[in-house]
């Protein structure tokens, strides 16, 4: 089939590559042409594993075409998928400017009937205002569809191949088939429901994993009270099939482009009909307070912050990633920095995107090694296995007293750490030294 993507991002550009690799024609419209220039050369602009070897077969064989020009992509595609993104604004809400003006170059642009997937993650109800504004209003027939997407950033591609469940929201059942036709190759379950109904997938999904893992932060947070290992706890907790292993990592708490705007987005979503999610209000302000928490740490070991040098260890939102959206790190920084200590941060994949927006005394380091020279603290932030695997004996001595580590991740190995002289402590463990 011949398909058209708008917007190049973490989910455009996967979406466009592996239906290109799948052996459809795809048309990939970027309005940011430094971007698109990159794109027409080959090369990804973000850190995605998978995706440069995707990239360049796609273009090889001739299934992908890179544009800025939304019309010529409509000429020639009958399916439109819109990928661009849906930030946070300030009161919560999602920001749908960018769909808006995407739904609104269609209409303007379009010479036939076409059918509009929205990967973009939208606010329940949003497909029906979409419609109501701007396509039932069209020359020809637009049939739309939420289509929402689940991949994780850093492992993108397979998860794309390898999704639990592929969702398809549409009110006619053929066109909900012919989507579903477009991924035959996916050996997945395609459920297919009306439009609200998948949109609320995507943000119950995201509110429930969100929810998992401020509640494990909870119960670190009371097993430091009463003395219990949340290591040991979370383990056998995941253990029970019915709870699941995954998500239950306590620690900084979640970033990204994901949960923090879309649980905001679902709490906006039910405070606006009327109805007080009162565990998701929840969620938020546990997850706020993690970051707290490790200043709260780095001042019972430091004191004073002010004149400390202090190094952040990572300052993408997870590991496989150099998106640094609502990254845990940067707010640390600032406040850090704020405070007057002077602070020093590496990230593997990260520093170009970060650097504009860290303080300006920020100083950021190739080598993790140089990084550590000198400080009187560390702070993991980002569990990148480069950081978890350092030579922590090699690294003591270039720090200087009281050589704290502040494991925001509870990824290092604590019993090893406190056996080389360091003050460490993580989230939730009763080890302190
Ligand atoms: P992104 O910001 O990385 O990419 C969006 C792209 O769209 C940008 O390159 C931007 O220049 C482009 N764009 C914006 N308006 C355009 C227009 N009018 N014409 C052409 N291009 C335009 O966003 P993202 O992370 O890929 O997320 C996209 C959507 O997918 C969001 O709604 C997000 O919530 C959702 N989502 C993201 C992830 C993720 O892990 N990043 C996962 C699932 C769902």
């Known amino acids: 089939m011949n398909v058209a993507i708008v917007g190049t991002g973490y989910v455009g550009l996967v979406a466009a590559c592996c239906l290109a690799k799948s052996g459809h024609l795809v048309f990939a419209v970027e309005k940011d042409l430094t971007k698109l220039e990159i794109l027409k ?15 360049k077969e796609t273009i090889s064989n001739g299934n992908i075409n890179f544009t800025s020009n939304l019309s010529l992509a409509l000429q020639n595609s009958s399916i439109i998928f819109i990928a661009v993104g849906t930030p946070a604004l300030s009161d919560g809400r999602a920001d749908l400017l960018q769909v808006c003006t995407v739904a609104e170059e269609i209409i303007k642009n379009i010479n036939k009937s076409i059918t509009v997937v929205m990967k973009s993650t939208v606010p329940p109800g949003t497909g029906k205002i979409i419609c109501d504004r701007f396509f039932n209003n069209s020359k020809y027939p637009i049939h739309y569809v939420s289509n929402p997407e689940f991949l994780r950033e850093g492992k993108s591609v397979w998860d794309w191949y390898h999704p639990d469940r592929i969702v398809i929201g549409c009110d006619d059942e053929s066109v909900a088939q012919k989507i579903a036709d477009l991924y035959s190759d996916i050996d997945a379950p395609k459920e297919i429901m009306d439009v609200t109904s998948a949109e609320m997938v995507k943000y119950a999904s995201n509110a429930f994993l969100a929810t998992k893992i401020s509640f494990i932060n909870e119960i670190s947070n009371l097993c430091e009270l009463v003395g219990g290992n949340i290591d040991q706890v979370a383990r056998a907790v995941g253990m029970d099939t019915r709870i699941g292993n995954q998500f239950l990592q306590s620690g900084l708490g979640y970033g990204g482009s994901c949960f923090p705007k879309d649980t905001k987005g679902l709490k906006y979503v039910s405070s606006s009909n009327g109805y007080q999610f009162n565990l998701l209000k929840a969620v938020i302000e546990v997850n706020y307070q993690q970051r707290t928490e490790a200043i709260r740490k780095l001042n019972r ?32 920084i600032k406040y850090l920095a704020d405070e007057g200590a002077i602070v020093r941060a590496t990230d593997p994949m990260a520093m170009e995107k970060a650097r504009p927006v860290l303080p300006l005394n920020t100083e950021l380091f190739t080598d993790p090694y140089d990084a550590l020279v000198g400080a009187e603290a560390v702070l993991l932030a980002t569990e990148w296995p480069l950081f978890v695997n350092l030579d922590w004996a090699t690294v003591k001595k270039q720090m200087n007293e009281p050589f704290v580590i502040i494991d925001g991740r509870n990824a290092l190995n604590a019993h090893q750490l406190i056996s080389l002289g360091y003050r460490y402590e993580g989230y939730g463990r009763s080890i302190r030294s």
């Open 41 to 55: 050369k080959g090369k990804v602009p973000f850190y995605e594993d998978g995706m440069d070897e995707i990239l």
């Open 301 to 332: 070991l430091l004191g004073d912050l002010w004149g400390k040098r202090i190094t952040v260890l990572g300052l993408a939102f997870k590991p496989g990633t150099d998106d640094i959206r609502e990254a845990p790190a940067l707010e640390i």
